[in-house]
């Protein structure tokens, strides 16, 4: 399975701007990088994906390297509801729309005031 | 998230019992996952299934579990003859298939075995 390395915690200040970062070194050419979030006690939340341009809406940004090896999302200001597990994903094609999506061990994303 | 619906929210079986855990997915999805995760680790991917068809079975322990997608109904995740080791929460996620990129997940179901 492709996989994802990410860190295991990061912290943040309310309000400033958070990057977390995701390594994919083994994605090839049809992987389509996601990011979920899961709450405590929730199942995860689709956050945003892409392929290989940068990305944005309304709850984050997508900032993915030129060769496609590394993504960062973006959370613009962070709000103690932010506070989570963020996953990277690569998202993997089977055939036709068949795709997987395989969960590494994520970021615990800490916002303090 | 809220479209994907799972049942029971909690479960407790004793060692040996089955458990059957159930899925309704968003309404026109035809794609169902189910994920495994243990206390403080993340997401195990379990099982890939569309109507009638399993499409990857790789993460499905070969013994005492199964999973089905029927024509018409929920799906279903059972376990059968459950142990300690099975407690955990499990997360089942659809989509559309053609077009559908977003997966949405349930609540999941916490097992419990004592």
């Known amino acids: 399975d492709a996989k994802t390395t990410q860190p295991n915690s990061m912290e943040s200040n309310e309000e400033e701007p958070v990057h977390l970062p995701c390594n994919h070194s083994t994605i090839s050419g049809t992987d389509y990088i996601h990011w979920y979030r899961q709450l405590p006690s929730q199942g995860p939340e689709y956050v945003i994906h892409?392929?290989?341009s940068n990305v944005n809406n309304r709850m984050a940004s997508l900032a993915i390297a030129e060769d496609r090896k590394s993504s960062t999302l973006i959370l613009h200001r962070a709000t103690l509801r932010d506070a989570a597990v963020y996953y990277c994903?690569?998202?993997?094609?089977?055939?036709?729309?068949?795709?997987?999506?395989?969960f590494g061990t994520g970021t615990r994303l800490q916002v303090t005031l | 998230n809220a479209g994907v619906m799972q049942n029971p929210r909690h479960l407790v079986r004793r060692r040996g019992q089955e458990a059957r855990l159930r899925c309704s997915p968003m309404k026109g999805h035809s794609h169902v996952y189910w994920y495994r995760q243990l206390p403080e680790e993340g997401l195990k991917f379990m099982v890939y299934l569309q109507k009638e068809n399993i499409i990857d079975e790789s993460g499905m322990p070969k013994e005492r579990f199964s999973a089905e997608f029927p024509k018409e109904g929920p799906s279903i995740l059972r376990i059968q003859q459950v142990v300690r080791g099975d407690s955990a929460a499990y997360f089942c996620?659809?989509?559309?298939?053609?077009?559908?990129?977003?997966?949405?997940f349930g609540q999941g179901t916490r097992l419990t075995v004592v």
């Open positions: 996620a659809s989509f559309a298939g053609t077009g559908g990129i977003e997966a949405f």
């Open positions: 892409g392929l290989t």
């Open positions: 994903i690569l998202r993997v094609l089977y055939t036709g729309t068949a795709s997987k999506l395989t």
